[in-house]
């Protein structure tokens, strides 16, 4: 599937993140809960490009976001795939690290308890993300894109961080949150990725 997304995205202290979970569940109904995984690889010299593996409830896809990382609108490659078992999303992410090599590439594990209020015009998702420590962020994502998300934060009170964001964030952030693959052995990173499909 191939799709245009429009996206803000902001981070939350924990605080925050409850009350503002209490609070969109008043006015929104019952979010839904979704664990994920995402097994990311970036090459940094490439500020157009995210390709990562992405398990949701043992449905694994194959996803690309292509444009800049700060553009408000950006394309996204998506894919289903016909494998269930963690030995088969590994030999799937064997396959992106020989294919996507480069000096400057670098390879992230992102876990994630997302709460999800969707609607007919929006999504405003809160997210819980941990590896390294824990973190707190919501993104708001419009169903057209000649909608402004921003509009749609303010509505709820949440400000987004709309300032430009170089490699250099990104390395630092995921650095602090998330894990780096390319330390983990292979025992480790499976033990991981079978904690969101089955082994086999």
Do not use: C
């Amino acid at each position: 599937m191939q799709q245009l997304e429009k996206e803000i995205w902001g981070q939350l202290t924990e605080d925050q993140f409850n009350s503002k979970l209490v609070e969109l569940t008043s006015g929104l109904g019952q979010p839904k809960i979704i664990k994920r995984l995402a097994l990311q690889i970036t090459d940094y010299n490439r500020k157009d490009l995210d390709t990562r593996i992405r398990i949701d409830q043992d449905r694994v896809r194959l996803m690309q976001k292509i444009g800049d990382w700060n553009a408000p609108v950006r394309e996204e490659l998506e894919l289903d795939l016909s494998i269930s078992t963690a030995n088969e999303v590994f030999a799937l992410w064997k396959l992106l690290e020989n294919l996507l090599v480069g000096d400057n590439v670098k390879k992230t594990l992102m876990q994630l308890e997302n709460r999800v209020f969707d609607t007919n015009d929006f999504e405003i998702k809160l997210t819980h993300q941990f590896g390294m420590r824990d973190a707190y962020n919501f993104e708001i994502e419009v169903k057209n894109v000649d909608e402004d998300p921003v509009t749609i934060g303010q509505l709820y009170g949440l400000e987004p961080d709309l300032s430009v964001k170089d490699d250099k964030y990104w390395q630092e952030f995921n650095e602090k949150t998330n894990l780096d693959i390319s330390v983990l052995n292979e025992q480790d990173l499976k033990n991981i990725i079978s904690q969101y499909v089955k082994f086999g």
